[in-house]
């Protein structure tokens, strides 16, 4: 089944609407979704335009659709929690929760919260449970969160700073293209399970030594 150039254009820009996308340029097809769009033609990265903001909350909701968390921290009745640390990423958090409410992720809803230092998502952490943080800021307060999660959060920062950090993937942004780069050592002591189509879709960090993303 082949899919017109039009037909294409108006896919696109349904998938992307709820995310605010104002402008974009699509010259590639795909079929039913934004990631089988993104799984079979990589080289579409680069041809769609978008805020950074934007395009950040989309890739995280697609993420989320491809990961498995363990039973003990994510049963099928419970919401998937997205926390989102620091100022930087605040209208990134209210974006993100705009675009997903009443939508759902592998079935489960999904409750956004935002904390504006890290000290509130380790009080939070306390009692409840993020099963993904987004941040732009790493340091002490990164290194508690993961260490209160007990490999059990998908940590998700913007550069290679937060892979060298810990996180399992980083979105950088540049010229308006889009990365995934994961550090598949983190992902591999963590007790997260991610499908193998999505990470084809990354470029795996190979190290500290490794700034040429």
């Not at 935002?114 to 952490?125: D, E, P």
């Not at 700073?161 to 996180?167: E, H, N, Q, Y």
Request: aromatic share 10%.
């Amino acid at each position: 089944m082949q899919v017109g150039a039009g037909s294409v254009r108006d896919q696109v820009k349904a998938k992307l609407k709820v995310f605010g996308a104002t402008h974009w340029n699509i010259s590639v097809g795909f079929r039913s979704s934004l990631f089988l769009l993104l799984l079979w033609l990589p080289n579409l990265l680069s041809a769609v335009e978008l805020d950074a903001t934007k395009l950040r909350a989309a890739f995280l909701y697609q993420i989320t659709k491809f990961v498995s968390w363990p039973d003990s921290v994510l049963s099928e009745q419970q919401a998937l929690n997205a926390c989102f640390v620091g100022q930087q990423v605040e209208d990134l958090a209210a974006l993100f929760r705009r675009a997903t409410e009443g939508k759902e992720s592998q079935g489960r809803a999904l409750q956004t919260l935002y904390f504006h230092k890290w000290q509130g998502l380790h009080q939070y952490q306390s009692t409840q449970f993020c099963h993904l943080v987004f941040s732009f800021e790493q340091g002490k307060g990164f290194k508690l969160a993961q260490q209160l999660s007990e490999s059990q959060t998908l940590f998700v920062g913007n550069d290679v700073v937060a892979l060298k950090a810990g996180a399992m993937f980083a979105l950088p942004i540049a010229s308006n293209k889009i990365s995934i780069l994961v550090n598949q050592n983190m992902l591999d002591r963590s007790q997260l399970k991610v499908q193998a189509r999505f990470l084809r879709l990354a470029k795996v960090w190979k190290g500290a030594t490794d700034d040429d993303v």
